[in-house]
């Protein structure tokens, strides 16, 4: 089992930055995925960010938003930048090991206009 602890969401005005990070504990050994996803209300939980030997973005973040590991610190983080309303959404950690899938609990992002 793999347990993962997010933090840093919040409130922000539009323009403004956050950074995400996602502490992994438990049994670590063989993940080779993390990122995270973001589900807003009414909508459908949707990609944001994630690595494995590549990283990957969802294109409504590119140039925006930053995947980072710590892979000494078995961490992951998302840095947020010109962040916009249409930002706002409980994002979820994520990882992969052997095959199976871990989540967060969720951290919400609020971004004001």
């Known amino acids: 089992q793999v347990q993962l602890v997010e933090s840093g969401g919040g409130l922000v005005q539009a323009g403004g930055s956050l950074r995400l990070s996602c502490a992994a504990s438990g049994s670590i050994f063989g993940i080779n995925a993390m990122g995270w996803y973001r589900q807003a209300p009414g909508k459908q939980r949707e990609l944001v960010a994630i690595?494995?030997?590549?990283?990957n973005y969802a294109d409504s973040v590119k140039g925006r938003f930053f995947i980072s590991r710590n892979n000494a610190k078995n961490t992951v983080y998302l840095q947020m930048n010109g962040l916009k309303p249409e930002d706002t959404a409980v994002y979820y950690c994520?990882?992969?090991?052997?095959?199976?899938?871990?989540w967060g609990q969720g951290t919400q992002v609020t971004v004001s206009s």
């Open positions: 690595t494995t030997s590549t990283t």
């Open positions: 994520y990882v992969r090991r052997l095959g199976d899938n871990y």
